[in-house]
């Protein structure tokens, strides 16, 4: 388990969660060469990705602990020396009980337990478009056993 990150680049408030479980993802793909627009986002849910709200997930990070976003950043992002690709960290919380999307919504996000679970993760990257289309990445699956093995390891 983890803290999240806290530097001048990143702008998160404070959360009320108590544990967050650091997975790192790597693509051939610069996302921070990429428009991200006002910002870059993380849909996770249990596969298939239906409920793109089920999981608790922060924006994705460099493996810097910066933030991606190239207006956010100081320096861009360049590849790992071992094996050319892009690393980057998405922060998860492992539970949550029932809760509402919005203060206000009539609608509730059922709770979950990463711990009790037994279907994979899955993750996609999206920048919301703001009327305009807006841009996902391929989803990206986390099999249940590594997310076992990590979590019992804590």
Not at 31 to 53: E, I, K, R
């Amino acid at each position: 388990m983890r803290q999240l990150p806290h530097n001048d680049t990143l702008d998160w408030p404070a959360h009320p969660y108590s544990e967050y479980l650091r997975i790192e993802l790597s693509s051939e793909f610069n996302l921070n060469a990429a428009h991200t627009g006002p910002g870059l986002y993380t849909d996770a849910d249990f596969c298939p990705l239906s409920n793109a709200d089920q999981i608790i997930a922060f924006e994705p990070v460099a493996s810097d602990e910066l933030a991606v976003e190239d207006w956010r950043r100081g320096k861009g992002l360049s590849p790992d020396s071992r094996d050319r690709r892009y690393h980057y960290f998405v922060y998860v919380v492992p539970s949550s009980p029932p809760r509402k999307l919005y203060s206000n919504s009539e609608d509730q996000i059922p709770g979950y337990d990463l711990r009790r679970q037994r279907s994979d993760l899955c993750f996609r990257f999206y920048v919301p478009g703001y009327n305009i289309i807006p841009s996902r990445s391929d989803t990206v699956r986390v099999p249940v056993e590594v997310l076992a093995r990590a979590l019992a390891s804590h």
